[in-house]
């Protein structure tokens, strides 16, 4: 997949592009079964397959009410969208000037003299520019004047749950990480690397990874049934989210006990998909009352993990 990162660089003469825009954050199902339509739109016309989308995301540039935490990191939803089968990604830097583009301009100046638009696929709830001008309306009629063509998606999903980056958002945040799996096609997931801690771990007989991340979404603080890929292969695990009260931490960390794994981590990447939530965060009497509880933990993540099998896996331990 070719990846643009200026409207400048876009190569002059492409092959009768067909076009998508948006955010796709999480790139979940609703967005791949986008992706499949501007794929398959593509290789009936003998064209070009394009996603457009935006970094940093606009909600973090437009002043806004909501706070939003990414689902994915900018380089997973590249991964995520070059595996999509996608021809070109162009990635338009968003800025507070780029904001105050009108939707009409956008189109004639980018889409269409920049890019050579020759069909556009959006979602039935896509809006873009200025004030979200660029709704399906002003598509229909810009698409007649310059003389490409407009699909409109209808909403995607399962039954009367519609595919979602904010419900996902939603359950992640809960510790809901199971429930996710069926809107992203996959296990929510997070990558880092693993740096020292304070060996508390090794010292109650449980040597876990402390991994250190620039992912936004966290899940919800607890234990954790998880898988977790390193260079030397997918390993089994428990994971804990928190601030280990039982000693009196504050600040907030990811540890991961991998059961089968013995060796050096330090400094390795280490991506960890979240299978499903054992319980909250709990403060103990002391360490021998924590290590029964680990105890049980990993008999219960054993059980858990032993059944479950991984949905596709689309990351590798480099770079993403």
């Known amino acids: 997949m070719l990846v643009i990162r200026s ?62 935490d990414l689902i994915t990191t900018a380089a997973e939803k590249e991964a995520l969208i070059g595996a999509a089968g996608i021809d070109l990604l162009l990635v338009i830097p ?26 556009l696929v959006i979602g039935y709830d896509y809006a873009f520019g200025r004030n979200r001008e660029g709704n399906t309306d002003l598509l229909t009629a810009l698409g007649k004047e310059y003389g490409f063509a407009l699909e ?4 995607i999903g399962v039954g009367e749950h519609i595919f979602s980056s904010s419900e996902i958002r939603r359950l992640v945040w809960s510790g809901a990480v199971h429930q ?4 992203m096609g996959r296990h929510f997931s997070l990558g880092g690397t693993v740096v020292r801690g304070h060996g508390r771990g090794k010292g109650l007989g449980f040597p876990t990874a402390n991994v250190v991340t620039d992912h936004e979404l966290f899940p919800a603080d607890g ?23 039982t ?13 089968e794994f013995d060796g050096d981590l330090y400094g390795q990447t280490l991506r960890i998909f979240f299978i499903e939530r054992l319980r909250g965060e709990q403060t103990y009497s002391d360490g021998a ?16 993990l032993g059944t479950t099998l991984m949905e596709e896996e689309l990351f590798d331990t480099e770079g993403v």
Request: hydrophobic residues 45%; proline residues 7%; positive net charge.
């Open 7 to 68: 409207i400048q660089d876009i190569p002059a003469g492409l092959a009768s592009p067909v076009a998508t825009i948006g955010n796709f954050d999480g790139v979940h199902r609703g967005h791949r079964e986008i992706f499949n339509r501007v794929r398959d739109a593509a290789t009936e016309c003998c064209g070009m397959a394009v996603v457009i989308t935006f970094e940093p995301h606009p909600l973090t540039v437009v002043p806004s009410r909501t706070k939003i």
């Open 94 to 119: 968003f800025t507070p000037e780029f904001s105050r583009i009108a939707a009409r301009e956008f189109v004639s100046g980018v889409l269409v003299n920049r890019l050579g638009l020759k069909r």
């Open 152 to 155: 409109v998606l209808p909403p």
């Open 180 to 183: 996710v799996v069926p809107l």
């Open 223 to 245: 234990v954790y049934a998880v898988k977790a890929r390193i260079a030397a292969g997918l390993f089994d695990g428990a994971c804990n989210i928190g601030a280990k009260p």
């Open 247 to 259: 000693f009196g931490g504050e600040e907030r960390t990811i540890e991961v006990y991998l059961f």
């Open 289 to 304: 009352a924590l290590r029964r509880a680990i105890d049980g933990d990993v008999v219960r993540c054993r059980r858990i």
